[in-house]
């Protein structure tokens, strides 16, 4: 125990290089059949909840490499599309083992990001939202979670298009641009509606869906990235993709 704790600390003050060597040494000292995953990816994120909560929860790591000593993290303010993940992670660790501890850093996690509830000039409000708050809420029915999902699915909501059907996934001067991506937004729109008795974000949610599945797959049931439309008349412009093969 001793020497497992003197590990912890040691990777803690050496950042994702102390993380690789404790994953070393969990692996050796382990067997695989008797290797508590949950346990240790319980230990890493409280090492790096510690790091964070150093830091005032003003940013979260957002992207990292295994031969990197540190985290690239998202500039304040807690904007970044990847900053649900943080938070999320901890609901799901309460999920499999609830306790006081893992409670409290989900919450101080979650709780920074309520500002993303009133963004309208992104979709991945859906994205940040539902990964905590939205967690959160179904987790454990705390009402003060649901003003803010229901304040980021009016967001969400702002960048609807009745003519397109659809919600704008990424901003421009030219076309009217729907990713393939934005299908994981309409979770916040179907919770809230659900929750609210609202039958316009429903048929928001049910239209964008429909929309997608006649216009982004393939003959082959591959999809494409992006559909760019006329926001004038909702026609396709083109179709392609921006990232991915």
């Not at 303010?77 to 609901?91: K, Q």
Request: glycine share 6%.
């Amino acid at each position: 125990m001793i020497v497992f704790s003197y590990f912890i600390y040691y990777s803690y003050h050496c950042g994702m290089a102390g993380l690789l060597l404790l994953t070393v040494i969990l692996t050796i000292f382990g067997s695989v059949t008797n290797f508590n995953i949950i346990g240790y990816a319980n230990v890493q994120y409280t090492l790096l909840y510690y790091q964070y909560r150093d830091m005032s929860f003003k940013t979260y790591p957002c992207l990292g490499y295994p031969l990197q000593s540190y985290w690239t993290v998202s500039p304040p303010p807690l904007i970044g599309f990847t900053n649900g993940f943080f938070p999320g992670i901890f609901w799901n660790l309460l999920e499999i083992n609830a306790t006081e501890n893992i409670l409290k850093m989900a919450t101080d996690l979650t709780l920074p990001l309520a500002p993303f509830a009133n963004l309208t000039d992104t979709h991945d409000v859906g994205f940040v939202i539902m990964s905590s708050f939205g967690h959160g809420y179904r987790l454990l029915k705390n009402p003060d979670y649901l003003p803010v999902i229901i304040t980021a699915a009016r967001s969400l909501s702002s960048r609807y298009s009745p003519i397109v059907r659809c919600t704008r996934s990424w901003n421009s001067q030219q076309g009217y641009l729907v990713i393939i991506d934005n299908m994981m937004n309409l979770e916040l729109l179907f919770e809230a509606a659900n929750l609210t008795n609202n039958q316009t974000l429903y048929n928001m949610a049910w239209q964008h869906t429909n929309r997608t599945m006649y216009e982004h797959f393939r003959p082959d049931n591959s999809t494409y990235h992006v559909v760019e439309y006329n926001e004038t008349d909702g026609s396709v412009i083109r179709k392609y993709t921006a990232q991915g093969k």
